[in-house]
């Protein structure tokens, strides 16, 4: 596997510039007999779109998903669904001024280490148009998911530190921000109700360890926590041990949920919590200090159409990547147990021996 | 591939419980030519030993790693490297009482839920005792890394939310928590210096979404951050933004290191910075209330040999993460463009042409 | 992974139904600096087309590739590679008899058995058109390969049973076999000069064993040998190992080469011989018994445009599969060594160290 | 995933050389709750040893198996099943005289020319020692698909040409070839019972093509075929084709087997045929021409204990992998249909939603 693809049995494998023809993605290993259309997928795609509000770009993208194969009569047929959104909105003069510099907090400077070359045109691979795919996958991804029983809460808790739930306050910072020509972080926290326990693995495909490798793949993300997270530092063994108890049908549940839904990796039956940190958006009009492909020092200003902070637009990315993972761990353990396994197919006789 | 296996280059598989026989270590990938002996395997594995002081497990583990093949006349052949270290200690009536009953904050519950058997006579593939075959590894990596400049700072910067620079608080604080039959969390910060500009890859294989994973697969991890990590979500682009410039020798350096060291999820030559933050020993003396096999609820206090901070031998664990996540991503950066193709096989000729 | 991603680090997904809007294939893991045009890929395109001859498929397949992403200023940039071709030929009418009737020798009845459900329009993933992604990403495998000195001699050796050389008798026979409403087999032989010794693991990915799955993975294909293959099971080890001897140059080199390149599943420099036998087309116009999805005997006759020998049509997969394959082990060898890896990094100080 | 690994989803990992401590695998993905005692591996363990007739080396290998980690109580847990087998007969001095000659049909130059050292005291990874890890994966295999009613007839059908049927004719040719200090090849048959139809992707993970891989990856293979395999080459379809028919409780079967039990690459529910040639045994006692390390033509009688053919020793090899690969396709089949995860998942309310 090289660097695109992602998913060992759900696999998502996303391509395309912001500034190409199109981007896309290829789902391999999607379940036969899932029903499927376009206006499934655009549902989670219109959450990611940019021109929503005075804080994100106001560049237009329509974005229409194009499913070119792996669905026959609205239902999934367990071949390949690739899906294709094309670039529409082209303006590369836009970014004619920064073919040569290195701007601060972007990836030209390690593409051009890396690869010798750079699409100098907008971010390459970098783009957020590069999420456009990852969403898509995320949307068949829920589909799945819905039909067990998982569905997804995801929100923006934190702007520039200020609890997003204060509105007026987020609204003045982000004001002074634009003013200021400077962008904002944030945080975004993803919980997943529904997952039964028993998914992910104890030792390197833990749950919290194939999240945290999903989240952290979105750019921009510089940190990622499961359950209390970091606050889990600085707490002791009574505090943060969650007790189990019965409810009242004599299901094992748990009094208190600091772990976030996993215990040794594995799915405990509550909620899967988790948040990713969002750096702010490295484009900004104020003045940088940086170096140029000719190794000269230079400053540099980013006009364009760009969002202040990424957090509302991530959202859905964080989403879409739990909802991956999720369908990946879902189906690494449906072979787990040999009674799993001569169920399936068909071994009645056996059903109990190997328990 | 199923949960035991990392890396995929580099690929590390480990195996064993704390109560059987061995617990071990392959290592596949490992290339030819690497001066290796159990020596240079050892230094790393005693700095994960326990008995190493008043906070650490009284736990006599010898630990001595054992090479069964891939090495010749002391230098790595290419084959895979299996490694074993053998259980010495076992007093498996500490754990009878344990049997049935599902400890708060360990994976018991989790196991019987998703395997419906479990090795109760320890904590099985979640015992720590599975981080033996990745610090084996982690040497191996180490060795490699050493090679060609890379060096590693690994330290606890944080006890139970104290500074751990302040001794004596921290003396105290693990006093207290010992004396109240409780236990405490911490931070480990790892520095990896000399890791050249260039490795890592632009989608899901970003440096920071690799080192994510195998940060998160270490028990205990609940969270993980690159560079300034959560700070991040509460700061301006013109304060996060690391501004480049050129050092005397005019080579392209960064003014500050906000990122950690990444850029688009490829390393950009500074330091790449990253912390993990353990959750406090779930095993304490105290009384819990729990669920047992049988569906009751009932008390349990879990004696034994226990830290009462994971922190001090977890350090190693993350430092053996994060080369063998260093390792793979080197050896995946070997083919990233065509003149390094070229040059490798030979091709004087072409070796500018596509440049 | 799931079964439509071929290579471990030349990563090709194909994706696409005869019978959708197009066909296409994401090549993922593409070093960066390969000059790269769509006429590049047409070239090995068009050796696949069909009508190209009496005995090949009258289907007008214009077959017009497409690059969307991953190449800019025609050098590609180390970014996934999609390529697609668009569907034109619709003629569904053609297919709609076989809707509900399992085609003797197609992967009709296999298919519903599987997914429970199954594109009939035409043979879906089972298509030939599926190879179009398969010989788009090994055009570029091709390229890669060139330059560093390897190439391809592929061609069919037998049809029916009959050398390949005696073309009047080959004429013969397909005219008759035409007539008859029949279809008849062949072998294709690829012969690969230029492989520097080396390539392949020594256990499961031997370079035998990646060509042979390569292979045998093309439709149609029923048995893969290497070298002197199924005739050395009738040999003796004096007659079978090639002897090494020394060249005019000094340089190690064998007598013979009845192991087709290969010792102990490493290249050993000398040409890489493959053959594959592919089976005779299934879809014949002759009367067949059958069964249908109500479970029914029937009878079936399959009129329509198919080629009644599929050898000159296949013999560019077979070079493609080989192509992908030989790239992939190339990337995979360039890390099997220290002194390799640290001559890359530029650690000229310990360059022989390793040795 | 280097080369020692084996398996998506079943990951076999062998490690060891024929003159170091031990040899031993890894088995990552065996399903918790199928009872495993070491005699059950035993089994298939003996059937692979030296020094059971006449024609098979005089070598004492005991070869007794001791399982490490991942079975608790007689019945495995779902964690990584570690197997050793200790080296007892080390008579290095046997192979001394090699040390610096290449032997003509071994791995010793390749070895050379990939890694630049080489354990030069038996064939390294390239010893038959390495199979006995696959045999020991393989009886696990074969154990979990005993219990779905998946078996195995292995058998040589050919011996240096000779029908294997005809006993005292290959009795006389092989006592030829001992005393001509010759070896001869020869083929190998395995047939599996009870594959239920569906197992196997339409695409690169073709049943037939990860069997190719599988069987090509064992030494000494130079060929493999399904069904009728190089014998289809000279077919015609009305001959080739298997026509479907009812059998007696209307279950749809197929009236000839010429396919071997795949079509399109997905089992159809009748026995999987496959054959694999194998080359005579590379060592033989007779003088060869062949090179030295420092580069001078030489010759070389390779004495010691060597089975004149490996036909017989290999037929254990043959069946093991592939029975660890049918399991791989079976679980890879379990989330096939979007009714099969909903089912496994307890949704009843969808169960026929999707079909």
């Known amino acids: 596997m090289s660097g695109s693809i992602y998913g060992r049995y759900f696999s998502v494998t996303t391509w395309g510039e912001s500034h190409g023809p199109a981007v896309g993605v290829v789902v391999d290993g999607c379940p036969a007999g899932l029903p499927l259309t376009e206006a499934d997928i655009q549902v989670l795609m219109d959450r990611r779109k940019p021109g929503q509000g005075k804080y994100t770009t106001a560049r237009k993208e329509e974005d229409e998903i194009q499913i070119l194969s792996g669905v026959f009569e609205n239902v999934t047929t367990g071949a390949p669904i690739s899906m294709m959104v094309k670039n529409k909105d082209h303006r590369s003069s836009d970014y004619s001024t920064i073919r040569d510099i290195y701007r601060p907090g972007h990836a030209d400077y390690t593409f051009d280490a890396k690869y010798g070359i750079r699409d100098y045109r907008g971010g390459g691979r970098s783009s957020a148009r590069e999420t456009i795919g990852r969403v898509a996958a995320g949307a068949i991804a829920e589909k799945i998911l819905e039909r067990i029983g998982i569905s997804f809460d995801t929100r923006v808790i934190s702007v520039g530190g ?20 400077d962008s904002a972080g944030g945080i975004v926290e993803c919980v997943i109700h529904g997952v039964p326990a028993g998914l992910g693995d104890p030792v390197f495909e833990k749950m919290d360890a194939s999240l945290a490798k999903a989240i952290m793949s979105i750019g921009a993300v510089k940190g990622v926590e499961i359950g209390d997270g970091f606050a889990v530092a600085g707490t002791t063994g009574s505090q943060n041990n ?105 071994n009645t006789e056996n059903d109990n021996a190997g328990k």
Do not use: C, W
Request: avoid cysteine; hydrophobic fraction near 40%.
């Open 162 to 181: 200020i609890d997003a739930g204060e509105e007026e306050k987020v609204k003045e910072f982000l004001d002074r921000k634009m003013k200021e020509m």
């Open 242 to 346: 969650d007790p189990f108890r019965l409810d009242k049908e004599g299901k094992i549940v748990k009094k208190s949920n600091h772990a976030g839904g996993t215990l040794g990796g594995i799915s405990d039956g509550s909620d899967i919590i988790l948040r990713a940190a969002f750096k702010p958006t490295p484009s900004i009009a104020r003045e940088q200090e940086t170096v140029n492909r000719s190794g000269e020092e230079v400053t540099v200003s980013i006009h364009g159409r760009h969002d202040p902070i990424v957090v509302r637009r991530a959202q859905v990315v964080v989403e879409a990547m739990a909802a991956i993972t999720i369908v990946d761990l879902l189906m690494a353990n449906m072979h787990a147990t040999m009674s799993g396994i001569e169920h399936f197919y068909g």
